[in-house]
Every structure is written in structure tokens, then in C-alpha cells.
Nanobody, 121 residues
Framework: QVQLVESGGGLVQAGGSLRLSCAAS?????MGWFRQAPGKEREFVAA????????LYADSVKGRFTIFRDDAKNTLILQMSSLKPEDTAVYYC?????????????????WGRGTQVTVSS
């Protein structure tokens, strides 16, 4: 079982930037970021294959967020810029079961506990 620990969340003004990190222990394949706002379902944000060859983004974050990974350090990063109040949510890191880039939470086998991101207007 892969252990995942997120960090880097916080409070930022609209238009600002934040970088989220996810430290993984164990072998990982494709990995992803999801988010969940109060009263809403968990939604896909971005995913990346092992070695970073391919990425996938939700339309709502495309052009503003960048996912990348440092496999030597077993760390996943989500660089977020031009943040909007609607980006406010708990952000979760997830590890996939293979190299396929998936949007469904059910396709991921391990999850971190999440980190809060709050964007003020």
C-alpha cells in the first residue's frame, strides 16, 4: 500500500499562486490530484504518468495548474496559479493502479489525507 502525505495548502488571494506537494512511500505508477469542496463530490484536477511522459487536466484548471513529479524523490507537485475562489477545496493526492491516466476517483488505490486550499476574493 502506498502512503501519501500532502503539504503546501493555505490561504491565498484570488490571482495568487500555491504549490502543493505529495510525498509518496512505495512504488507508484500514474498519480493524480483531486479536490473536494464542501457539499460537493470529489472531482478530478490533474493526473500524470510515472516519469511524467503524459499529463491530463480538468478543463477548469487547464492553463492555470501544472502537474509534475520528481520520481527520484518520489514526490508529486501541483503548481497552481491564477487561483480563483471556486478553486477553494481540500486537495487530495492519489496513486493509480497502473500507468493509465484516469479521471474517476475509483481508479485510484491510495489516497492522502488532503490539504486545504482557500482562495479569497
Amino acid at each position: 500500500q502506498v502512503q501519501l502525505v500532502e503539504s503546501g495548502g493555505g490561504l491565498v488571494q484570488a490571482g495568487g499562486s500555491l504549490r502543493l506537494s505529495c510525498a509518496a512511500s512505495g512504488r507508484t505508477y500514474a498519480m493524480g490530484w483531486f479536490r473536494q469542496a464542501p457539499g460537493k463530490e470529489r472531482e478530478f484536477v490533474a493526473a500524470i504518468t510515472w516519469m511524467g511522459g503524459s499529463t491530463l487536466y480538468a478543463d477548469s484548471v487547464k492553463g492555470r495548474f501544472t502537474i509534475f513529479r520528481d520520481d527520484a524523490k518520489n514526490t508529486l507537485i501541483l503548481q497552481m496559479s491564477s487561483l480563483k475562489p471556486e478553486d477553494t477545496a481540500v486537495y487530495y493526492c492519489a496513486a493509480g493502479v497502473n500507468q493509465a491516466l484516469r479521471r474517476s476517483p475509483g481508479d485510484y488505490r491510495s489516497w492522502g489525507r488532503g490539504t486545504q486550499v482557500t482562495v479569497s476574493s
